[in-house]
């Protein structure tokens, strides 16, 4: 009698059964009605990866089969998405079931490597989050604009002067200018900004990958990188302690007074303050060069908004005959003005380049979309399946400048959409900094387009495109450039 045994069976006739057999299980396997849906795949381990590098077509595809409810599977990693606003808004508003303090620990120690005992410590949830909250606050914002507004001016200035007259690709020309306005504002103007971009953007540039979990291997050179930026804010730290200076910007202050008090070291404080530098500049400079780029490639370019910043400025100055319009008075300027088309465009300008995962943890029982989940799991809110829903917004994947000119009535299903745009998350882990950035953005673009002209290289047909891999962590970087043409205007 022939028997059949493992070794009898050719090793390439086994390696054919084994996708029959993995199919077979797919099909066949029992399923919890009460889990979330596993969206399908073919390949073990790999899982759904190639398919989220289409991340809006993946998103919608699976929504439309699964519902607003799915598991996905990835890179031997699963992770449960929703999707539509209304349960969105669920999670958003349920703190005590859904927990996102314990996530914004963690990630304070495996992004930002704060150390646990500090992280974990009193003066973490007791003093640090909360006076973040009230330095950012809408009643205290307006105090960092007036700082901002003077050092973006003289960093457009410089910028506008290096390049007149010049072709030059468009992402150098912005961010910089970007990055050192806002370092300065936050941190003093004496913060050595030049010194942190390079290392910073290293970082930043694989934070995507630190984020998902990628062994330290493959970002150990990024890792290195951050700790410069450390090193930086800890040498500034001990030349303000020298100085002994009372003209502190308050979050320095802030840091310089947990540390008197014993309960953080320098390097720790300056830890924190870098954690802070990651939020102001890992994503409002690339939503300004984003508004820009996308802005040139439409037959109007700049001019709408041109035209609605020289109008308001005339207006102004009419109105403050014996003003000078400068740094010292910029911001004043803006406060006086609404701007709509550009708080719109500003507005649709997150709406297309964010993606943004807002993680909670479940700490109780609960079910949301008819699905049961239990203490310790996770779910990932996914924001950016919103901006892109065709019910929400018509021709989601158009940048239209004007479509939050006025009140929006955004609608779903027939039923109205209050959360219809949220490129900085929602519910208690909405981003803090969206007072400040919202103005920051407001601040840049209109400094720029008082001051300077941008206009399309005709000999360049080059344009950026969104770099996808960079999904759920903010406004997504730039895959390529545009090339401008920039001058100086003669106001």
């Given at each position: 009698?022939?028997?059949?045994?493992?070794?009898?069976?050719?090793?390439?006739?086994?390696?054919?059964?084994?996708?029959?057999?993995?199919?077979?299980?797919?099909?066949?396997?029992?399923?919890?009605?009460?889990?979330?849906?596993?969206?399908?795949?073919?390949?073990?381990?790999?899982?759904?990866?190639?398919?989220?590098?289409?991340?809006?077509?993946?998103?919608?595809?699976?929504?439309?089969?699964?519902?607003?409810?799915?598991?996905?599977?990835?890179?031997?990693?699963?992770?449960?998405?929703?999707?539509?606003?209304?349960?969105?808004?669920?999670?958003?508003?349920?703190?005590?079931?859904?927990?996102?303090?314990?996530?914004?620990?963690?990630?304070?120690?495996?992004?930002?490597?704060?150390?646990?005992?500090?992280?974990?410590?009193?003066?973490?949830?007791?003093?640090?989050?909360?006076?973040?909250?009230?330095?950012?606050?809408?009643?205290?914002?307006?105090?960092?604009?007036?700082?901002?507004?003077?050092?973006?001016?003289?960093?457009?200035?410089?910028?506008?002067?290096?390049?007149?007259?010049?072709?030059?690709?468009?992402?150098?020309?912005?961010?910089?200018?970007?990055?050192?306005?806002?370092?300065?504002?936050?941190?003093?103007?004496?913060?050595?900004?030049?010194?942190?971009?390079?290392?910073?953007?290293?970082?930043?540039?694989?934070?995507?990958?630190?984020?998902?979990g990628a062994p330290r291997f493959l970002v150990a050179s990024s890792r290195r990188a951050w700790w410069n930026v450390v090193d930086i804010f800890t040498e500034y730290l001990e030349q303000l302690e020298k100085l002994q200076d009372e003209d502190l910007a308050?979050?320095?202050?802030?840091?310089?007074?947990?540390?008197?008090?014993?309960?953080?070291?320098?390097?720790?404080?300056?830890?924190?303050?870098?954690?802070?530098?990651?939020?102001?500049?890992?994503?409002?400079?690339?939503?300004?060069?984003?508004?820009?780029?996308?802005?040139?490639?439409?037959?109007?370019?700049?001019?709408?908004?041109?035209?609605?910043?020289?109008?308001?400025?005339?207006?102004?100055?009419?109105?403050?005959?014996?003003?000078?319009?400068?740094?010292?008075?910029?911001?004043?300027?803006?406060?006086?003005?609404?701007?709509?088309?550009?708080?719109?465009?500003?507005?649709?300008?997150?709406?297309?380049?964010?993606?943004?995962?807002?993680?909670?943890?479940?700490?109780?029982?609960?079910?949301?979309?008819?699905?049961?989940?239990?203490?310790?799991?996770?779910?990932?809110?996914?924001?950016?399946?919103?901006?892109?829903?065709?019910?929400?917004?018509?021709?989601?994947?158009?940048?239209?400048?004007?479509?939050?000119v006025g009140t929006v009535h955004a609608k779903k299903d027939g039923q109205n959409v209050p959360n219809h745009s949220m490129p900085f998350g929602g519910g208690v882990s909405m981003c803090e900094g969206r007072h400040f950035a919202l103005g920051e953005l407001?601040?840049?673009?209109?400094?720029?387009?008082?001051?300077?002209?941008?206009?399309?290289?005709?000999?360049?047909?080059?344009?950026?495109?969104?770099?996808?891999?960079?999904?759920?962590?903010?406004?997504?970087?730039?895959?390529?450039?545009?090339?401008?043409?920039?001058?100086?205007?003669?106001?």
């Amino acid at each position: 009698m022939f028997e059949l045994s493992a070794s009898s069976i050719p090793s390439w006739a086994a390696a054919l059964l084994l996708p029959f057999i993995f199919l077979l299980w797919r099909t066949y396997r029992p399923s919890d009605s009460r889990r979330a849906p596993l969206v399908s795949y073919w390949i073990p381990w790999v899982g759904s990866a190639v398919d989220l590098a289409k991340p809006d077509a993946f998103f919608k595809g699976a929504t439309e089969k699964y519902g607003p409810v799915f598991r996905v599977k990835a890179l031997g990693r699963e992770s449960t998405y929703i999707n539509s606003p209304s349960l969105i808004n669920a999670v958003y508003r349920d703190n005590k079931r859904f927990d996102f303090q314990a996530i914004r620990l963690d990630m304070n120690e495996y992004l930002f490597s704060i150390p646990t005992a500090a992280n974990r410590g009193p003066h973490m949830l007791g003093h640090w989050f909360p006076a973040q909250h009230r330095l950012l606050s809408p009643n205290a914002v307006p105090q960092i604009l007036r700082a901002y507004t003077r050092e973006a001016y003289d960093a457009l200035m410089k910028a506008i002067e290096i390049h007149d007259g010049c072709a030059t690709p468009l992402f150098p020309f912005i961010i910089p200018s970007a990055y050192d306005s806002s370092a300065k504002a936050f941190f003093g103007h004496t913060f050595p900004t030049e010194r942190t971009f390079a290392p910073f953007n290293k970082f930043n540039d694989s934070f995507h990958l630190i984020a998902a979990g990628a062994p330290r291997f493959l970002v150990a050179s990024s890792r290195r990188a951050w700790w410069n930026v450390v090193d930086i804010f800890t040498e500034y730290l001990e030349q303000l302690e020298k100085l002994q200076d009372e003209d502190l910007a308050p979050i320095v202050r802030l840091a310089m007074d947990i540390r008197r008090e014993g309960e953080w070291d320098t390097r720790t404080s300056a830890t924190a303050l870098a954690a802070i530098l990651w939020a102001l500049e890992g994503n409002a400079p690339l939503a300004a060069y984003w508004l820009v780029a996308l802005l040139l490639q439409e037959s109007e370019g700049l001019r709408p908004l041109i035209s609605e910043v020289d109008e308001a400025r005339a207006s102004w100055l009419s109105a403050h005959p014996q003003t000078k319009l400068d740094a010292s008075t910029f911001y004043d300027f803006l406060a006086d003005s609404p701007l709509p088309l550009l708080n719109s465009t500003i507005q649709e300008t997150l709406r297309v380049t964010s993606s943004v995962f807002s993680i909670r943890r479940v700490v109780a029982p609960v079910e949301i979309g008819g699905y049961q989940f239990n203490p310790g799991e996770e779910i990932i809110c996914a924001t950016r399946s919103v901006h892109m829903d065709e019910q929400v917004h018509p021709e989601p994947q158009l940048l239209k400048k004007e479509r939050y000119v006025g009140t929006v009535h955004a609608k779903k299903d027939g039923q109205n959409v209050p959360n219809h745009s949220m490129p900085f998350g929602g519910g208690v882990s909405m981003c803090e900094g969206r007072h400040f950035a919202l103005g920051e953005l407001k601040t840049f673009i209109a400094l720029l387009l008082t001051y300077a002209t941008i206009e399309r290289d005709p000999s360049s047909s080059s344009k950026p495109d969104l770099m996808w891999e960079r999904m759920g962590v903010g406004i997504m970087p730039p895959r390529g450039d545009i090339k401008v043409i920039v001058g100086k205007r003669k106001l």
